[in-house]
């Protein structure tokens, strides 16, 4: 953790971890950017839609052209700004709503476990396919409330407006996208142990 910003649970800087829950959930981030590197061309321009505390963003920048990092936060962004700014790597702050960027601008979009906190999701994926070129590449992950969820049941992490079942984050995407594949991440039965602890942990002090 460094003095220029606050680490959070919904905030993952990746020094000096202090819980398995921490450590995993920091995997699960690493793993969608490994799988981003891979799906996008070397020289596609990127954006990622809140980037937090810049490690993804910088990992992805070794792949691609050129990425722009977006978040909300200013005192993040200039953490991240400071930590790991480069030629073809650069952090802008924005309002959470419209993307300071033209029509068309982006060949790929990224956003990582951030569309479970916005209110106006349709808004949120709107603004995406609005900054992306035709034929552009849009890669989310968010939670899947089938294994964190009970039926009705609120979600217990206090920061999510909402989770998804597949198929309503299927339905939303299709709403704007033309092509969508949902497909899933989940670790071994272990880490599912983990999560699910976590999960109870939290409905208990809800409670």
Not at 71 to 83: L, P, S, Y
Request: proline content about 4%; overall charge negative.
């Amino acid at each position: 953790m460094t003095e220029d910003t606050k680490k959070t649970s919904e905030r993952i800087i990746p020094d000096n971890f202090k819980s398995k829950e921490e450590y995993l959930l920091y995997l699960r981030h690493l793993f969608a950017y490994e799988f981003a590197s891979r799906a996008f061309p070397k020289d596609c321009c990127c954006l990622e839609v809140g980037c937090g505390e810049g490690y993804g963003t910088s990992l992805l920048s070794k792949y691609v052209k050129e990425i722009i990092g977006l978040d909300v936060d200013n005192e993040i962004i200039m953490h991240a700004q400071k930590k790991y700014r480069t030629a073809n790597c650069y952090f802008i702050l924005y309002d959470g709503e419209k993307i300071p960027f033209e029509d068309y601008k982006f060949d790929g979009v990224i956003s990582f476990q951030v569309i479970e906190h916005i209110e106006d999701d349709k808004r949120f994926v709107s603004e995406i396919h609005r900054v992306l070129k035709e034929n552009g590449i849009f890669i989310l992950t968010t939670p899947n409330r089938t294994y964190r969820l009970k039926p009705r049941q609120k979600p217990w992490n206090p920061f999510h407006v909402r989770e998804y079942y597949p198929l309503e984050l299927d339905n939303l995407l299709k709403s704007v996208f033309h092509e969508v594949k949902v497909l899933g991440i989940r670790g071994t039965e272990e880490v599912q142990k983990i999560e699910k602890i976590e999960s109870n942990s939290h409905l208990i002090f809800q409670i």
